[in-house]
């Protein structure tokens, strides 16, 4: 979705329409410390899409900053959208599915050393490999643009548009107060010639006194098309720099991911060091730099993909039937047979209060025109592998076992693991390898049985 004001605030043109260092887990337990959510990163924008078959809602969530007698959004789209088709969502569902999606830091206490092989034999079984009128009218006759239909909802005013030609819409947009980047045209006649209309957008400010909202709620489409993307190229045209994206896709089969992009998992179950803890955030979004560097900005990440029904540990809760159906997922609407024929009796809905037949994937997506210069085109798959972006901190046992045989060997591997703790920090962020040792007060890097013979002088 494209935001065209005197600066673009939402940032991207919404079409209604790495690898990780170890195998997934079945369970991965651990206990929840610190998450990082999309406040982390400047420039943000939020997108949510419910898919099913040719059926798609999507929730478009603003983050202009402004009057908003300035906020205006033109979204390509793929049908004539109709009143019914508009709805005005609900900022704190968003919010809640990014919590419950974001990645998140976790934190692991040491057994006693004698417990703790046992402990890591068991682990390592259960691993597996978003009059006025009429002169408005005919003047948009003369630009080749159609008003197919005109609604408020909520505090928006919306309107329907087709055309002919991009010159012709950019000229209208312009002369109806919508401020457009150099070079819309050409974009909007490539949509022009894939036959799609445009739903544009206004706060009306009388709706949103009366409303009493301070601020701009979601924006939701539902609409039936075959097509599965998300343009980016009109939120591009202006962009001071790079941009983010989220996208919380759910679906009822499994993980979404980028057809004409390189879909690439964060890694993942990395330990770091201790004193992480206060700098998660900091973490994150230089790791993520990192890693945006060496695919060379070409790329969509995944940072969570998961069954709606639980999580491990959870950052947040699971969304309520009620919460994700007010995002848009209408298939939870159904009631299913007590018995599924090939599966046996129906399961029972979980405690914790999740939904059946929701799977979610977080993809995270920084871009400009440069290096994303087609549209995202997406897909479901019927991978239902549990996936996150996790980050594991893990507290050395800190008491005496004096007939404990292992005490000294465990002590050792603690050096040995906080050194790799150290590098692997170092490699994922391009902090410096000396400052990280500092912070963690480690003496020599190779402290151990390992260690050069003048190592050990000092790590006594």
């Known amino acids: 979705m494209a935001t065209f004001v005197k600066k673009i605030g939402l940032s991207i043109a919404l079409l209604l329409a790495l690898s990780a260092n170890t195998q997934p887990v079945d369970a991965f337990c651990g206990f929840y410390v610190a998450k990082a959510d999309t406040k982390i990163f400047n420039k943000a924008s939020q997108v949510v899409l419910v898919r099913q078959d040719d059926k798609t ?12 007698k300035e906020f205006a959004v033109v979204v390509p789209v793929p049908t004539l959208i109709e009143r019914g088709q508009i709805n005005v969502g609900d900022k704190k569902i968003v919010d809640h599915l990014d919590a419950y999606t974001s990645p998140r830091l976790v934190e692991y206490f040491d057994d006693g050393p ?13 691993s597996v490999p978003m009059s006025a009128a009429k002169s408005r009218d005919s003047r948009a006759d003369a630009l080749g643009v159609t008003v197919q239909a005109s609604y408020t909802v909520g505090e928006y005013d919306i309107v329907i548009l087709s055309a002919k030609e991009g010159q012709g819409l950019e000229t209208y947009l312009k002369e109806n107060g919508y401020r457009l980047p150099k070079g819309a045209s050409e974009v909007l006649g490539s949509y022009i010639k894939q036959k799609n209309h445009f739903f544009v957008a206004k706060v009306n400010l009388k709706e949103q006194s009366k409303l009493g909202f301070n601020y701009l709620r979601p924006i939701q489409v539902a609409y039936e098309s075959p097509k599965f993307m998300l343009p980016l190229r009109l939120g591009t045209l202006n962009a001071d720099g790079y941009q983010e994206l989220f996208i919380y896709a759910l679906t009822k089969k499994g993980r979404v991911e980028p057809t004409n992009y390189r879909s690439v998992k964060l890694p993942t179950d990395v330990e770091l060091p201790i004193y992480i803890k206060t700098k998660f955030k900091d973490f994150y979004r230089d790791m993520f730099d990192q890693q945006v560097k060496k695919a060379d900005m070409r790329a969509v990440f995944t940072e ?31 009631t299913p047979p007590d018995f599924l024929p090939g599966r046996g009796p129906r399961p029972m809905v979980p405690p ?3 939904a059946r037949d929701v799977f979610v994937t977080r993809l995270h997506v920084r871009y400009d025109a440069q290096h994303f210069p087609e549209d995202l085109v997406l897909q479901e798959t019927a991978d239902r592998n549990n996936y996150q972006a996790r980050y594991v901190m893990r507290h050395p046992w ?19 693991r906080q050194e790799n703790e150290a590098r692997q920090l170092a490699d994922l962020t391009g902090w410096k390898l000396a ?4 912070q963690m ?13 003048w190592q050990k002088l000092w790590t006594r």
């Open 57 to 68: 809602v999507i929730t478009m969530v603003n983050d202009f900053k402004g009057d908003p």
């Open 114 to 126: 004698c417990q703790l092989r046992a402990m890591q034999e068991m682990m390592a079984r259960n």
């Open 304 to 334: 969570y993909a998961w069954d709606m029904n639980w999580c491990d540990p959870c950052a947040a809760d699971p969304l309520s039937l009620e919460e994700l159906r007010s995002l848009g997922v209408f298939w939870l609407n159904e």
């Open 352 to 354: 914790m209060g999740g």
């Open 398 to 416: 800190k008491g005496e076992e004096q007939s404990c045989p292992a005490t000294d060997e465990y002590r050792r591997q603690v050096l040995r």
């Open 435 to 438: 400052d990280i040792r500092q």
């Open 441 to 453: 007060n480690l003496r020599t890097a190779d402290a151990g049985d390992d260690a050069k013979w």
